[in-house]
């Protein structure tokens, strides 16, 4: 491919061609071929069509999708997509109501149309994606990139580099300022400014790299600055990647507030286009999920009614996003008794408050389906972290680094570290910082691919709890 900023151009101008096509031609082929509507008369169907063409890259064009994808996840790419097309289904339905002209068309024909779109769209990135990994591990489409930083820096983005070839980024010439802890750090550092100004001189027409990367410490940001005014005569790409091991982060990101920009050190990852996306996976698989175990919940609640008596449901109190309280519903599973105000005392293996029935309902988790409900208010997800007791959550709070991050993103009907084993009894505190680990590794890493992991590993793993 083509190197400098005119190929993104072309690359973004042929993807918005692409989405348009594709809408034309999922319409147009298949009101050629439906029977009955090949040889409809009149202008409604070809400017439904045409309609359908401008606004699948129009609402792309909204939700971000033609921005660079190298280095991100192919289901986030996916997820932005859909994203994008459900925006599309939603307007263009709004209008065919607003204007009362649905009844025009044919509903099977419409449907077909848009998840003909849908798939083409899909099934093209994925195969997009895979040959241009392909191509940058053996050495093609590649961003040379000029490195920039201290030696200890400059060795861990190299690592990293090597460590994941497919992401098309080489390393063409690095510039390893040493100052730190020198006698001279001062007129070091002056150096060093004066290296990369003559480097900026020279570079601003002829270069032999595409983008430039600083790498120091936060602690050096008036280093940075006095590089990256330097370098601004250099019509490439210049980004800083600060030294930041000793600080804990979640997906972080830098955004722009009152003016100034700022690093996001907790940022949740499910905001934007993702949390709608994440919405929609909940509120769509949740509703068939519910369908599907009705019958199920309307037996276990039957067996709990004759079995236990009243009630059927165990409500509690939990946090949930950014540590608002909801309410949670489970099937009870323990005869009546009374706790201490304040205080959640835990089923232990043996505990005579568990009955017959409640007991094969926590080794099969069978007695967590009502929280399907709670997925349908919108207060839990079908994936993320367990919510915990809330003492529990006052005692953990201060003995577990970042234990409250958890409650960056919506709780979980199972989660990253559940299939992992990680699940039942939590008095453990080793056992509850290593599930911690797990939970912030899913609010790190999240894609819709991960989620859609973790559902299928429930199945195959999850659901099955060895302890009480």
């Known amino acids: 491919m083509a190197k400098g900023p005119n190929a993104r151009d072309w690359l973004r101008r ?11 031609a999922s319409g147009l082929a298949l009101l050629w071929w439906m029977p009955g509507l090949e040889h409809t008369d009149g202008i409604e169907y070809p400017l439904l069509i045409l309609a359908g063409g401008l606004l699948l890259p129009a609402c792309g064009e909204l939700v ?5 994808w190298r280095g991100r996840s192919l289901f986030s790419m996916l997820g932005v997509f859909t994203l994008g097309w459900l925006l599309a289904i939603v307007v263009l339905s709004l209008f065919l109501v607003l204007s009362q002209s649905a009844v025009i068309f044919s509903r099977t024909w419409m449907a077909l149309s848009a998840l003909g779109a849908l798939g083409a769209g899909l099934v093209f990135r994925a195969m997009l994606y895979v040959l241009l990994r392909r191509l940058r591990s053996r050495g093609r489409n590649i961003k040379r990139v000029l490195l920039i930083g201290q030696p200890d820096n400059i060795a861990r983005v190299e690592q990293r580099l ?3 070839p497919y992401l098309g980024y080489q390393i063409s010439d690095m510039l390893v300022d040493g100052a730190v802890g020198s006698a001279d750090e001062r007129e070091n550092r002056a150096d060093m400014v004066q290296r990369v100004d003559a480097l900026a001189r020279r570079s601003i027409f002829q270069r032999d790299f595409d983008e430039i990367w600083l790498t120091y410490p936060l602690s ?4 940075v600055k006095r590089l990256a005014d330097g370098l601004l005569a250099v019509p490439v790409a210049i980004r800083y990647f600060p030294d930041l091991s000793d600080v804990r982060l979640l997906n972080h990101r830098v955004a722009q507030v009152a003016d100034m920009y700022s690093l996001d050190l907790n940022y949740s990852p499910l905001n934007g286009p993702m949390r709608a996306l994440k919405a929609v996976e909940d509120r769509v698989l949740g509703f068939v999920l519910f369908l599907a175990f009705l019958p199920v919940m309307l037996l276990i609640a039957g067996l709990v009614r004759w079995r236990m008596g009243t009630p059927i449901l165990f409500k509690q109190y939990r946090h949930g996003l950014d540590g608002k309280r909801f309410r949670i519903y489970k099937f009870r599973t323990m005869r009546p008794h009374e ?4 205080k959640t005392r835990q089923a232990q293996t043996g505990d005579q408050r568990v009955t017959r029935l409640g007991a094969f309902l926590r080794r099969t988790s069978l007695d967590e389906l009502p929280q399907l409900f709670n997925v349908l208010q919108g207060r839990m997800s079908l994936v993320g972290p367990r919510p915990h007791a809330m003492d529990h959550n ?43 680990e797990y939970d912030l590794y899913y609010i790190d890493n999240w894609t819709l691919g991960l989620d859609l992991k973790i559902l299928a590993m429930t199945i195959t793993r999850g659901f099955i709890n060895q302890q009480p």
């Open 394 to 436: 006052d005692l953990y709070k201060d003995a577990i680094d970042a234990y409250m991050q958890r409650n960056r993103v919506k709780p979980g009907m199972t989660g990253w570290a559940q299939v992992n084993g990680l699940r039942g009894i939590t008095d453990d505190i080793e056992l509850m910082r290593k599930r911690v």
């Open 64 to 68: 971000g999708l033609y921005q660079p």
């Open 220 to 223: 050096h940001g008036d280093t």
């Open 14 to 24: 042929a993807m918005r061609t692409f989405d348009a096509a594709i809408a034309l």
């Open 162 to 164: 090597a460590d994941l």
């Open 339 to 342: 706790s201490a105000p304040g």
